[in-house]
Nanobody, 125 residues
Framework: QVQLVESGGGLVQAGGSLRLSCVAS????????MAWFRQAPGKEREFVAA????????YYADDVKGRFTISRDNAKNTVYLQMNSLKPEDTAVYYC??????????????????WGQGTQVTVSS
């Protein structure tokens, strides 16, 4: 089992930036891909971005392409989500997720077994 802890959420004005971090511990050697999902009030949890641990391939949801960047630091077992040009519709709880699978394209929520507790991102207009 992999334990995930997110940080970096907060309140920001529209157009601003935030960087989320997710530190993995436990059986990290079995992790091949990590991702960020988000869930706004009253909505289902949706995919945001993913990266493969070894090759560093990245995948993004259409509405965050060009604004968000996912990256990883293998030595620190940490994945980041740099969020720029934030919009009020980006407001959500952001969750980090890990899987033993190698993601090849947009993954499904069900592909991930390990989840963090989430961090709130609020973008004011």
């Amino acid at each position: 089992q992999v334990q995930l802890v997110e940080s970096g959420g907060g309140l920001v004005q529209a157009g601003g930036s935030l960087r989320l971090s997710c530190v993995a511990s436990g059986r990290t050697f079995s992790t091949n891909s990590m991702a960020w999902f988000r869930q706004a009030p009253g909505k289902e949890r949706e995919f945001v971005a993913a990266t493969t641990w070894i090759s560093g391939n990245t995948y993004y949801a259409d509405d965050v392409k060009g604004r968000f960047t996912i990256s990883r630091d293998n030595a620190k077992n940490t994945v980041y989500l740099q969020m720029n040009s934030l919009k009020p519709e980006d407001t959500a709880v952001y969750y980090c997720a890990a899987t033993t699978d190698i993601v090849r394209g947009i993954p499904r929520r069900a592909d991930f077994r390990s989840w963090g507790q989430g961090t709130q991102v609020t973008v004011s207009s």
